[in-house]
């Protein structure tokens, strides 16, 4: 297949940031994916409607003129959120989910839950009213090997509060092990997201002939083998799974440096990449549905109307090393093969 043309994609999980970097790498998300699940953890985080309200704005002041794009909120939960203001956010439209960082899981998760009864009248309140829960599956327990933090989570937390609230609809973000694929499969009300580099790398890419920064990021990539249990997941259709880039933008020396952080750019290449995992699986019919309609499925949206059209260039496609936002400059993605397929055009332009 030389060329492919589905519905114009969306990202179910993706980080904007805010002020100069905002402004550095909206446009290439806004480029080709329609809606995004934008994260919440900003310094502050996004914790009432009125900050996801004044995010928004932000966002769309951001946008590049003419781009069509629409941000789709999420709060991130304290021990302290308001369930009428969750409530509020909901039935105004404007509030798309609520994020559970464990607290101490990731970038910028200190004010997370701790306590998870805590958060208990939040959630109820979100079962209610059909409000779901997007979280970050990792327990932060320090006796915990950071590659076992997604299993037991699952077995300490999420399966423990899916028994406790059956009704909550959860998505289960940047899923990273078969063990994370295999509770998916097994469970009702559950749906998780898979990012591009997580079918592209394993470990290996962080630590293999030197300690590699721009391949960190959290959850930490797994062994080889989960990486084709996601592969498969991703590739096989199901409407459980679906894209979320996770792209999480941090300037260079914040990467490179004793205690880098984590997070991979690759709103800027996802799509190439993409496309180049699914046909590498023989599996390019079912790109549309990972990419364009599982997600909007599972939050019970209408698919995108526009629709993208993507060429197998005989040339490799080349991107820059580096994006320069006005913050700093910001490595991208390298996926380690050359890329061929590219994005043609999409209707929504
Ligand atoms: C994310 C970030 O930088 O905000 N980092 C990452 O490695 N994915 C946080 C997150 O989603 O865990
Ligand atoms: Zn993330």
């Not at 953890?41 to 996004?46: A, G, S, T």
């Not at 009864?117 to 829960?133: F, N, Q, T, W, Y």
């Not at 078969?178 to 890419?205: E, F, M, P, Q």
């Not at 993507?310 to 700093?328: C, N, V, W």
Request: glycine share 8%; aromatic share 6%.
């Amino acid at each position: 297949m030389q060329k492919l043309t589905i519905r114009r994609p969306d990202d179910w999980h993706l980080h904007l940031r805010d002020g100069a970097m905002l402004e550095g790498v909206i446009g290439d998300t806004s480029r080709h994916f329609a809606r995004a699940i934008i994260m919440p953890n900003l310094v502050p985080p996004v914790v009432t409607t009125a900050d996801a309200r004044a995010y928004r704005e932000r966002i769309m002041a951001a946008l590049p003129q003419g781009d069509v794009f629409q941000p789709l909120m999420t709060l991130y939960l304290t021990e302290h959120t308001n369930p009428d203001d969750v409530e509020e956010g909901k039935s105004s439209g404007l509030i798309t989910a609520v994020k559970l960082y464990p607290a101490g899981a990731t970038t910028n998760s200190h004010g997370g839950v701790r306590d998870m009864d805590k958060a208990m009248p939040v959630l109820e309140r979100m079962a209610k009213i059909g409000l779901p829960l997007c979280v970050h599956g990792e327990v932060t327990d320090a006796d915990v090997d950071i590659f076992d933090r997604e299993a037991v989570f699952i077995e300490t937390v999420l399966d423990p509060l899916r028994r406790r609230l059956p009704e909550l609809k959860v998505t289960m973000e940047h899923v990273t092990t078969s063990d994370g694929v295999d509770y998916i499969k097994s469970a009702s009300n559950l749906a998780g997201t898979i990012t591009t580099h997580h079918l592209i790398i394993n470990r290996n890419a962080i630590l293999v002939g030197g300690i590699r920064p721009h391949y960190y990021c959290l959850p930490v990539a797994k062994r080889e083998s989960h990486r084709l249990a996601l592969r498969a997941a991703a590739t096989s259709g199901d409407g459980r799974f679906f894209l979320g880039t996770d792209s999480a933008p941090h300037v260079d020396p914040l990467k490179e440096c004793g205690c880098g952080c984590a997070g991979i750019y690759t709103s800027i290449n996802t799509m190439s990449c993409l496309a180049h995992v699914f046909e590498q699986e023989g599996a390019l019919d079912r790109l549309e549905a990972f990419a364009s309609l599982n997600g909007p499925a599972w939050y019970g949206l209408e698919p995108n109307a526009e629709q993208m059209t993507l060429i197998r260039r005989i040339e490799s496609l080349s991107f820059p090393d580096k994006i320069e936002t006005g913050a700093g400059p910001v490595t991208v993605f390298d996926p380690m093969f050359p890329l061929h397929w590219d994005v043609e055009a999409h209707s929504g332009k």
